[in-house]
């Protein structure tokens, strides 16, 4: 605010949060079309409801305040337990409930704690491109460089395939970190073991660090195999994992993510959450306790429901002539290219909400050169969402330049 | 991470936490004495429990997840309306729900938003001393600087009283914001009418900016009147204030807080919040629509409590020789200084805590010449708490030097 950081500009202000997921809420519509409220931007908490246990145990916490309204800001102690326990398991790699687990609010909360203790201003970071969008986002506020890393995920027919050599490039050329989510969002690629094992490697080679998202990895579809990066020979000073029960098991309402790995990170995660939070909100995070412990066969229909959502709306997007659509290995995000249209990407976006109160993810979120892309989140009601994207389809068939 | 960064250490890795309230919970107490777990480094909100309705809008909220899960990132609307309006009653200024307003995970979540959304690297921020310990914390972590404001309170007889005279050098010497805590913590003071105004006539004087953080301005007892920085003139761009429900009314353990004021840095705050943990807990923010309107007489209670366990404490301190301590003016922090002792401030806290279960926060963690004060947060069992006091008194006299 002095006279020498007038010249250092705030990076926020060049931050456009207006089409962000759940930032469309503000928008006035004025349609009364009986999809009004398809919002694809996020999932459906009342198509998918939470994991069943997940507000008995958020009432025993609140009856309980003097043990949950307050914690350590890494979080409870019995809550660390049963994440190091679980995630351990399901990552097939052990995880130590003291050293090298946090407790954030939601997954954004790891991401956001875990770049900013690893980032300096000026760093270079490797960011796949199309990734989660906060990725670039935070390591621009972080006064660092994004330094991009292509995922080729357009041809339908093989493996989503990060671009190694770019990689191998990039680690060369001084990047100290690589960020990346797997399954990937917005694509809905599954890394191969053989990637996931490469990447590893390239980052042991040159003593780069990798947090990887892992937000989706337990709502992995038949074909497709998930390799968690911890379990893949990296070392454990280089690589953090983050997870949380948002998504699949919409939890998202009860803010409560968590990272996983290089205990020297976590330390500096915890030291920022004090500054930035305090505390996953206390009695939240004693929720974490029906994650990965859902009634038998919860996940599984979760996961046939989910497949067969994707299907529906796989099949009518790609039977659109001009759309082109992978089919989602992993998650609930679909990423579907429109044809050239007569109109731009943000009037056609803006034709869906006011005419018909769907909402949709702007693919110019994800990196430029997706601006004809548009990120479904598919968690929706199924007759609802297939008839959405059946407007979508008319549409873009319609305004076909 | 890269060698010009290497330079730039990671502001992080000077910060010590350990002592931080409610960090002490993670270490170990082998003590089975009856106090084991007489915590006054924050409140027992078994004492004084949550406002009644608090829960019963959370459920509400969790049961119509559909609307409550997502929220704009500044937060749900109906939440910002109530918190408008009853903000702008209770502070006498008008709040604008739509510009004025973030909903923020924890009044701690708007202290470091504001900050952020303040402060560049390289400026120099006013900050007083004594005060949140928070408060310089972020601004360092910011890479600015942090120019110390005396606050004067020892002298139990009279008013508080912030160095004006201080104060105008800094803003003479570039100094664009100022950052206090009003009551203050940890010294309980409120600061008098003409004291608030004449800070708002130099920060107009100056164009300087000021984030007051009022967590405690419902917790005000009899004989303390309290002045609203944001109704004494100052200009509307150039103050936002920090309000919350963790402290009087016991309803921290849901993480949930507000900023209101200068719609340029609630703008900036959003796009932060954004990055850092996209909203506060969906449902949690419900719950702000039972804060100022709790059942009649409520609030009333709740202060003529607290205040007959603030004067048992103090006359119990007051009481000591070589104890001094000032009455507190509002919320339910007392920062008494011990006399010289033949032990370090460190051991006499070990001593307490292994010896008797009894936690304080200690007061270097408030600027550097308070090691031999202590912040005990008073919102306790009172019978419990008189007891504790009692302890701490007779260890500081055996120990005296």
């Not at 503000?26 to 079309?33: D, F, G, I, K, V």
Request: one cysteine or more; charged letters at 20%; proline letters at 6%.
């Amino acid at each position: 605010m002095d006279s020498a950081s007038r010249e250092a500009a705030n990076p926020l202000d060049d931050l456009d949060i207006s089409s962000s997921p759940g930032q469309e809420k503000s928008l006035a519509t004025t349609t009364t079309h009986p999809l009004a409220g398809t919002d694809f931007s996020h999932g459906d908490v009342g198509a998918f409801p939470p994991i069943p246990r997940a507000f008995d145990l958020y009432r025993d916490a609140f009856g309980d305040g003097r043990r949950y309204a307050y914690s350590r800001y890494r979080g409870h102690q019995d809550v660390r337990e049963h994440v190091a326990h679980h995630v351990g398991e399901f990552t097939g790699h052990p995880v130590d409930p003291a050293r090298e687990v946090i407790v954030t609010p939601g997954t954004q909360g790891a991401l956001f704690l875990a770049l900013s203790a690893l980032v300096e201003p000026g760093d270079k970071v490797a960011v796949v491109v199309p990734d989660y969008f906060a990725n670039s986002r935070i390591v621009t506020y972080l006064r660092a460089q994004t330094v991009p890393v292509t995922l080729h995920y357009q041809e339908p027919a093989r493996a989503g395939e990060l671009d190694l050599a770019g990689l191998a490039d990039a680690f060369a050329a001084g990047v100290k970190l690589l960020v990346l989510s797997n399954p990937n969002n917005p694509t809905g690629v599954v890394y191969t073991s053989q990637q996931i094992h490469e990447i590893a490697t390239l980052a042991g080679r040159y003593g780069a660090f990798i947090v990887v998202d892992q937000l989706y990895s337990r709502l992995v579809y038949p074909g497709a195999s998930f390799t968690h990066l911890r379990a893949s020979g990296i070392s454990g000073d280089h690589c953090l994992t983050l997870l949380g029960p948002s998504k699949t098991e919409s939890l998202s309402g009860f803010r409560v993510g968590v990272a996983v790995g290089a205990p020297h990170v976590i330390d500096r995660m915890e030291k920022l959450q004090a500054l930035v939070s305090l505390r996953a909100p206390g009695y939240s995070q004693a929720v974490l306790r029906c994650w990965f412990t859902e009634p038998p066969g919860w996940l599984d229909r979760r996961i046939v429901e989910h497949q067969a959502i994707r299907d529906d709306l796989h099949a009518r997007l790609h039977a659109t002539d001009g759309v082109s659509v992978r089919l989602t290995e992993g998650g609930s995000y679909m990423f579907p290219q429109l044809p050239l249209l007569r109109v731009s990407a943000v009037e056609f976006r803006a034709l869906l909400r006011t005419g018909h109160g769907i909402t949709v993810t702007p693919g110019g979120e994800f990196g430029s050169g997706y601006e004809r892309s548009f990120r479904l989140n598919f968690s929706q009601q199924r007759d609802k969402a297939l008839e959405a994207v059946a407007i979508i389809c008319g549409l873009a068939t319609e305004l076909a330049a």
